[in-house]
């Protein structure tokens, strides 16, 4: 079991993001978001080919930001690397950042984001409509509700703007990547701070796992 | 701080009253600007007049502090919501003294997003300008907003998104309006904050507006070069 000392701390994920030691013929290149679900599959599955490279995850707070950090990143390290994968979905960019993948010939995840393929894209397509109303979080979401949500909406200092954000919503998804009661309990506090019903969903790692299983496992 | 807890609003002429305005719409303040209304009322101010200049006369400088990066989201909805306590009050006004009215606009969110502060400030700030804003709301198919054009026959049909998963309904929207015959009865305008001027034209609308304040002048061109037309 892996210790938890041994993982990025989250605020370092989601201001200045992270870089693995590890060596590796292959780099993925990742949302800070997802530094822990990736390292702890790398872990499980004895991935050392794969290094990792995470961007700050606060981009997202700033969409239109992503395509040129992560075009640069690429074009950092490529040199150091045999392939590049990038891990992220459209994350709003409007199909800006696959664009620039196809050009620099790098391959990202498919999906419209990480609520999307950590539940499985086509499930969560499936749901659709049935959703319109509901707000996701993932584990690092529910860690970091604060930094993303809370703050960047000015909440902290005007809680009674909540229901001009929220007040079409109906209910938060909590996606559960992993069994954690704290992190449970602290999704509901987050739904209750929103306002909104509570429903927690295990998704695992979903298609995030099973994409980097097929990068990791190809042939040169 | 303590100087400006000592303004007693009522005491303070014309000119001072609408530049306290104007400080206390930035500042977000509804209280005080229900107030200002009420007292601009008591002196026989017009409804219209003190809609124009004094409530949008200050969310317009709030509105630039936004896009020049100096304000952000939570204070701009901080201000329209005290403009909107203002509103409240100078409506049902406006009605009775017929003010002039520049155009009328159906407004709606796409189907599959539920998002609608944009939305809500462009109908706040058309109203302002002297729009009549009928809003459908949110999560509309295009059967809604091919309804309320039938009914209402406005001059714009604004839509808005903010979602990059959602934006795209926008054209299914414009190509129905083309696929029966309707397209060129309205100016279309489109919003939100994923969407670009570039997508504003691929998908067929007349304009992208970047911001309410935008909206608002792209609206009054479009209407004006549509009279115009008709005059001609």
């Known amino acids: 079991m892996m210790q938890p000392t041994e993982l990025p701390d989250d605020a370092s994920l989601t201001t200045s993001g992270y870089n693995s030691d590890s060596q590796g013929r292959i780099l993925l290149l990742a949302c800070g978001a997802l530094a822990r679900e990736i390292l702890d599959l790398k872990r499980r599955n004895g991935w050392d080919h794969m290094a990792l490279t995470c961007l700050p995850a606060i981009?997202?707070?700033?969409?239109?930001?992503?395509?040129?950090?992560?075009?640069?990143?690429?074009?950092?390290?490529?040199e150091d690397y045999d392939q590049i994968f990038v891990v992220y979905a459209d994350c709003g960019t409007g199909g800006l950042l696959e664009k620039a993948c196809t050009e620099l010939g790098v391959e990202m995840v498919k999906g419209p984001h990480c609520y999307s393929f950590?539940?499985?894209?086509?499930?969560?397509?499936?749901?659709?409509?049935?959703?319109?109303?509901?707000?996701?979080?993932?584990?690092?979401?529910?860690?970091?509700?604060?930094?993303?949500?809370?703050?960047?909406?000015?909440?902290?200092?005007?809680?009674?703007?909540?229901?001009?954000?929220?007040?079409?919503?109906?209910?938060?998804?909590?996606?559960?990547?992993?069994?954690?009661?704290?992190?449970?309990?602290?999704?509901?506090?987050?739904?209750?701070?929103?306002?909104?019903?509570?429903?927690?969903?295990?998704?695992?790692?979903?298609?995030?796992?099973?994409?980097?299983?097929?990068?990791?496992?190809?042939?040169? | 701080m303590s100087d400006e807890e000592d303004i007693v609003l009522s005491e303070l002429n014309d000119d001072e009253l609408v530049e306290q305005m104007f400080d206390d719409l930035y500042d977000g303040l509804k209280e005080e600007i229900e107030e200002g209304v009420n007292i601009l009322l008591e002196r026989g101010w017009t409804p219209y007049d003190i809609l124009t200049k004094a409530l949008v006369g200050g969310m317009t400088i709030v509105g630039h502090d936004f896009r020049d990066g100096i304000l952000f989201v939570p204070e701009v909805l901080l201000a329209a919501n005290a403009m909107k306590g203002g509103m409240t009050?100078?409506?049902?006004?406006?009605?009775?003294?017929?003010?002039?009215?520049?155009?009328?606009?159906?407004?709606?969110?796409?189907?599959?997003?539920?998002?609608?502060?944009?939305?809500?400030?462009?109908?706040m700030m058309m109203e302002g300008a002297g729009f009549?804003?009928?809003?459908?709301?949110?999560?509309?198919?295009?059967?809604?907003?091919?309804?309320?054009?039938?009914?209402?026959?406005?001059?714009?049909?604004?839509?808005?998104?903010?979602?990059?998963?959602?934006?795209?309904?926008?054209?299914?929207?414009?190509?129905?309006?083309?696929?029966?015959?309707?397209?060129?009865?309205?100016?279309?305008?489109?919003?939100?904050?994923?969407?670009?001027?570039?997508?504003?034209?691929?998908?067929?609308?007349?304009?992208?507006?970047?911001?309410?304040?935008v909206a608002v002048e792209t609206a009054k061109t479009f209407v004006s070069r549509k009279h115009n037309q008709l005059a001609g």
């Open chain 2, 89 to 123: 009050i100078l409506k049902p006004l406006l009605a009775e003294t017929g003010a002039p009215r520049v155009g009328k606009m159906v407004i709606g969110t796409v189907k599959g997003d539920i998002h609608d502060i944009g939305k809500n400030l462009v109908s």
């Open chain 1, 59 to 78: 981009l997202h707070v700033h969409p239109e930001k992503i395509t040129q950090a992560v075009q640069e990143a690429i074009e950092k390290h490529r």
């Open chain 1, 118 to 220: 950590f539940e499985g894209n086509q499930a969560f397509e499936a749901r659709g409509e049935d959703e319109t109303t509901a707000f996701y979080l993932t584990d690092f979401l529910a860690r970091q509700f604060d930094a993303f949500v809370w703050k960047p909406l000015g909440l902290d200092r005007h809680p009674e703007l909540r229901d001009m954000y929220f007040g079409n919503y109906t209910k938060l998804v909590y996606q559960a990547q992993i069994d954690d009661p704290n992190l449970t309990a602290r999704a509901r506090d987050c739904a209750d701070r929103m306002g909104l019903e509570f429903e927690r969903r295990f998704t695992g790692y979903g298609d995030l796992e099973t994409t980097l299983a097929e990068w990791a496992n190809r042939k040169p």
């Open chain 2, 132 to 213: 009549e804003v009928v809003d459908i709301g949110i999560n509309n198919p295009v059967e809604n907003y091919l309804e309320a054009l039938e009914t209402e026959q406005p001059d714009i049909l604004g839509m808005s998104a903010l979602l990059t998963t959602t934006m795209p309904y926008m054209k299914v929207v414009i190509d129905t309006l083309v696929e029966q015959g309707l397209r060129e009865d309205y100016i279309v305008l489109v919003g939100g904050a994923p969407l670009n001027e570039e997508f504003g034209k691929a998908i067929g609308a007349d304009a992208y507006c970047r911001d309410a304040a």
